[in-house]
């Protein structure tokens, strides 16, 4: 996950005296002997050639489909099954679970669906397990899977690494640490504090014989980071070890990266999607890895979906912030000569990935933290007949318009914020929505959510909202989901911590049985610095011509989030329309086509920052403050910009020349 925002701490590290070794490239070549390395937990001798470790990821997201375990069990061949459920907004959750009660504060479907059933099984076949399942309370989370083995008479080793939470460290923290991300201050009502581990820990774990290891917040990619490093042994006195020209913990960290998302590298939310086959039985993806450093993603036989090149380049190109420094704890990865190539012969396909390079990781640990900052409730009601928009706007108006009056009888101040939005109206589209004919759209669903300090004054919203059936616009159906629920928002925010200050501790069958060493001799802080982008000028002699196409026609995209900020990135389908797309997509065109959208804390601040990926003919734009606070803090119908990606599809690229004509 990308620091990119955060590297003026980097910066302030190596003025306070950090590690300043010169930035040296992995990936370049070297004459570093690649030593064998066991991959079995014994004390045999080791193989002269390791085989490939294969892992699957069997969830990307705490909700994911329950589905993928079996098909990655009995189809996939694993040797590990890992588990991602952990984001921002999830950790957000967690805390507030873990308030209501000590016991609570992890994904359950864990515990419950993914392993519950398939306990015995998992066991029989010897696929050890790796999840960050535990949230804000991995022992708990242990316990829970302890007692579940238990009733399937299954005898399993299950450890769990703790460090992440800092929640009770915060007064120290808030004085080592007086400003966070841009500068602001360290805000008040601090509801959780997690440092973003490392792989090193789960590969500890494995290494002392657990067979599932349960953490807490962690890097998704560490996940199969950790049990490749326990596999391969890769010391950490050995930094330098190179295999094939590559570090292995670097490629490795892409392998990770690639599958976290589960589904999102085999078709799912792919641009193409009408190519995908079969999403009720989507293949969950596998990444056979190779103690040289390469490896290859499949997924299992007789499932649905797709792995192409543009499939896997979309994930690659994920929510990495600048691809040229995606700061991981265990090494700062360049993503930006990947080359993806796809493998035939192989059903269902599979693609080859190869080209990161990379840097020394830094001495701190990117930390995610939430406040709380007031509460929110959000009601969506569908509605129908003619003037429907017209309708759904007024309605949404007048209900504001009330309860505001009854704010005032109450002494209750105005809300913090509102947002109206009329779902089928593509207002979200601001300038560049298609306006339908004969009065607009006779469906919609009005979007109302609103924020206030005060927990009384939005119940109050809540129960305002069902009067409006029989009091305001024809054609109101119902409210989707009963009353709104009134939530706590919980406001995200970012800053650097020094690792020598977190301690990790390892738990084995719930005791305790070491506290984890973290080496800091191979880490640098020292400031990437930029390429030289290629100018406008440079691209000026390009060949012009009568013809235009949406962005859709030439480019693949895929879109997402980090806090308040969204990441588009965008693939050329060929290499020959990556110039045109260099030209057309500069980082002004983009910033004013979603002006709508932002929200500007400077008058003349520059909002949209363009990154390349020459290696795979790539872009990735990352847009700032475009999320109306981004997570739980966002009273917007898309807080995570999942559709940005897709409303620049509609972008258009002019005189130009043929370029289809160019390919065929």
């Known amino acids: ?10 910066a302030a590290g190596v003025a306070a005296g950090a590690a300043s070794a010169a930035p040296r490239l992995w990936g370049a070549g070297s004459s570093s002997r690649a030593v064998p390395r066991c991959r079995s937990r014994s004390t045999d ?22 589905a993928s375990v079996p098909q990655l069990l009995y189809g996939g061949k694993l040797d590990f099954l890992v588990f991602d459920y952990l984001s921002e907004i999830t950790m957000s959750l967690l805390a507030t679970a873990k ?14 669906t993914a392993m519950g059933p398939y306990i015995k099984d998992i066991h029989k076949k010897g696929i050890r397990v790796v999840s960050n399942a535990g949230g804000m309370n991995p022992l708990a989370c242990a316990a829970a899977l302890q007692q579940v083995a238990k009733k399937a008479d299954v005898d399993l080793k299950i450890a769990v690494v703790t460090g992440d939470d800092l929640t009770g460290e915060i007064k120290k923290i808030k004085e080592a640490v007086p400003e966070v991300e841009n500068g602001k201050q360290f805000p008040e009502n ?16 494995l290494d002392l014989g657990a067979d599932i290891v349960v953490t807490g917040r962690c890097v998704d990619s560490s996940l199969v980071l950790g049990p490749l490093i326990h596999s391969f042994g890769w010391p950490r006195e050995e930094f330098n070890l190179l295999a094939a020209g590559r570090m292995l913990p670097l490629v490795f960290s892409l392998a990770g990266h690639l599958i976290e998302c589960g589904a999102q590298c085999t078709g799912g939310i792919f641009t193409d999607w009408h190519t995908v086959p079969d999403w ?32 896997v380049a979309e994930q690659l190109i994920y929510e990495i912030g600048n691809p040229k420094e995606y700061l991981l704890p265990d090494v700062t990865c360049d993503f930006s000569q990947v080359s993806i ?95 339908s004919i004969d009065g607009g759209p006779r469906e919609v669903v009005i979007w109302l959510a609103v924020l206030h300090k005060q927990k009384k004054a939005v119940e109050i919203f809540s129960r305002e909202i069902a009067p409006a059936g029989t009091g305001m616009a024809p054609g109101l159906t ?44 191979f880490t640098s802080d020292a400031i990437v610095l930029p390429d030289v982008l290629q100018t406008q ?32 990135g965008v693939i050329a389908r060929h290499p020959l329309y990556f110039p045109y797309l260099k030209k057309a997509l500069t980082a002004q065109a983009v910033e004013s086509y979603f002006q709508h959208l932002f929200e500007r804390e400077q008058p003349e601040e520059d909002l949209v920052t363009r990154y390349e990926l020459p290696g795979i003919y790539g872009l990735n734009f990352v847009l700032k403050n475009s999320l109306g606070g981004g997570g739980t803090a966002s009273l917007r119908s898309d807080p995570q910009g999942k559709a940005f990606g897709q409303m620049l599809l509609d972008f258009q690229i002019k005189n130009i020349p043929d370029l289809k004509s160019l390919i065929e």
């Open 1 to 10: 996950m990308s620091c990119a925002a955060l590297l003026g701490f980097r």
């Open 45 to 66: 001798a080791c193989a002269p050639q390791p085989s490939p470790v294969r892992i699957g990821c069997a969830s990307g997201f705490w909700g994911d489909t329950a």
């Open 99 to 112: 308030v209501k009660s000590p016991d609570l504060g992890y994904t359950p479907d864990f515990v419950l």
């Open 190 to 205: 601090i509801h959780s504090m997690n440092v973003y581990l490392g792989a090193r820990p789960i590969s500890r774990a």
């Open 280 to 311: 009720h039985n989507i293949g969950f993806p596998i990444v056979e890895c190779s103690s040289d450093g390469s490896f290859i993603i499949s997924k299992p036989p007789n499932t649905g979906g797709l792995l192409s090149f543009g499939t």
């Open 341 to 435: 190539t796809e493998i035939s012969g192989i059903e269902g396909g599979a693609v080859k990935v190869q080209g990161a390079r990379g840097l020394p990781p830094s001495t701190f640990y990117k930390v995610n933290a939430t406040y709380l900052d007031g509460f929110r409730a959000t009601a969506c009601c569908p509605l129908g007949g003619p003037k429907a928009v017209e309708k759904g706007r007024r309605t949404a108006e007048s209900i504001l318009e009330r309860t505001r009056v009854m704010f005032s009888q109450l002494g209750y101040e105005d809300y913090d914020a509102v947002n109206i939005q009329i779902l089928g109206s593509e207002e979200t589209y601001g300038p560049h929505a298609k306006r």
């Open 478 to 521: 119902g409210i989707v989901g009963g009353r709104p629920k009134v939530s706590p928002v919980l406001k995200p925010f970012f800053f650097l911590y020094p690792k020598k200050n977190v301690k990790i501790d390892i738990f084995m069958n719930g005791h305790h049985v070491e506290t984890f060493e973290e080496d800091f001799s």
């Open 537 to 568: 000028d440079e691209l000026k002699d390009l060949p012009s011509g009568p013809h235009a196409y949406r962005l859709e026609d030439l480019a693949y995209t895929r879109s997402g989030d980090k806090g308040n900020s969204a990441n588009i």
